[in-house]
C-alpha cells in the first residue's frame, strides 16, 4: 500500500514520501524494504538511526528524515495499519458436511461452520459469525454477528454472546460455578447453577479461559473487555467496561469488578467483593477486600502500591537488620552488667 494512502486511511498527518510502498508491519530492529514500524516510547527512539524501515509511525515531536505517519498514539496507530496491511483470512461462508447442526438452529447470512462442529437445539448464530472446528454451542446458546470462535470453544447452555467478540482455542463459557452445600456429616453436595453467562460486544477472551455460569441470574463479562490465556471467572462475577486481565488471574464468585480496571498476572480476588473503576492490581497480588475507585495495589495482602514498593525494598535487608539488633542487644546486655558490677 502506497503511504500516502496509508495515512489517509488512518487520518495521520503525513510527513517526508507519501510515495513509498510499504506491506507489512515490523519492529524497528528486524525491518527492512516494504516494512513499515513504529516508536513508541523514548527509549527506543535511538534505533531509528539503524532501522532498515521504510516508514516510522512516530509523534510530531520526534524528528526522523524516515518517511513517517504522524500519530499522538503510535502504538494505537501501528495496531490499526497492522490491520489493514494483514488482514484476518476470512474462510469461505457455509457448513460443512461434517459439522452436526440441528434443524431448529438459525444460522445467518455468511456463517462459516467447520469440519466436526456442534451446533444445538435453538442455537442463534449471527450474521458474518465463524464457527470453527470442534466448537460445540449448546442448546439456547445466541452468538452475535462477526463472532470468531476458535477450534475446541465451548459455550453451554443458554448463554449468551454479544457481537464482535473474540473466543480463542480451548476456553469454555457458562461452565458450572462452584458451588457446593456442606451437611451434617461434612460431605459437600451440589448446588445447581441455574443462571447464565452474557459476553456484551467487543470482548475477546485468550485460550483456554473459564468462565462459570451464575448460580442464580447471569455471569457477565462487558463490553470490551479483554482476558488473556487461563484466567478463571466464578460464578455470578461481573467484569466492567474496558477491564483487562492478564493471565492466571481468578476471581472468586459473585465479586463485581468496575470499569477500566487493569488486573495484572496470577492475581487472585476473593469472592463478595467490590473492585471499583479505574484500579490497577499488579502482579501476584491477592486482594482480600474491597477496593476503591482509581486505587493501584500490590502484595498479599494487598496494600497501597506505594506502601508495597516501601516494604518489598525493606525484605532484602531484613537479615541485616536482624543481625544489627542482635549486635545490639547483646551490647546492651553487657552494659547492664558492667553497670550492675559497679554498683
Known sequence: MILRDLASQLHCDLRGRGDV?????????????????????????????????????VTPDLETPLPSLLSSNPYLTYARAAALLHPRARPEPGVDPSARVDPTAQIGEGVHVAPLAVIGRGVQVGSGSVIHAHVVLYEGVRIGADCLLHSGVQVREGCQIGDRVVIQNGAIIGG????????????????PQIGIVVIE???????????????????????????????QIGHSVGIGQDTVLAAHVGIAGSTQVGDRVIIAGQVGIVGHIKIGDGVIITAQTGVPRSVEPGACISGSPAI????????????????????????????????????????
Open 21 to 57: 510502498d510499504v506491506v507489512r508491519v515490523s519492529g524497528l530492529e528486524n525491518a527492512g524494504p516494504g516494512d513499515l514500524s513504529f516508536v513508541a516510547s523514548p527509549k527506543y527512539v535511538s534505533k531509528l538511526e539503524e532501522t532498515g524501515a521504510t516508514a516510522v509511525i
Open 176 to 191: 458450572d460455578g462452584f458451588g457446593f452445600a456442606r451437611d451434617q456429616d461434612g460431605r459437600y453436595e451440589k448446588i
Open 201 to 231: 460486544d467487543d470482548v475477546e477472551i485468550g485460550s483456554l479461559v473459564a468462565i462459570d455460569r451464575a448460580s442464580m441470574h447471569e455471569t457477565r463479562i462487558k463490553r470490551g473487555a479483554k482476558l488473556d490465556n487461563f484466567v
Open 304 to 343: 497501597q502500591n506505594r506502601q508495597w514498593l516501601k516494604s518489598s525494598a525493606a525484605f532484602a535487608k531484613l537479615p541485616e537488620l536482624q543481625k544489627r539488633v542482635r549486635t545490639l542487644e547483646q551490647q546492651l546486655a553487657a552494659l547492664e552488667r558492667a553497670s550492675s558490677e559497679e554498683e
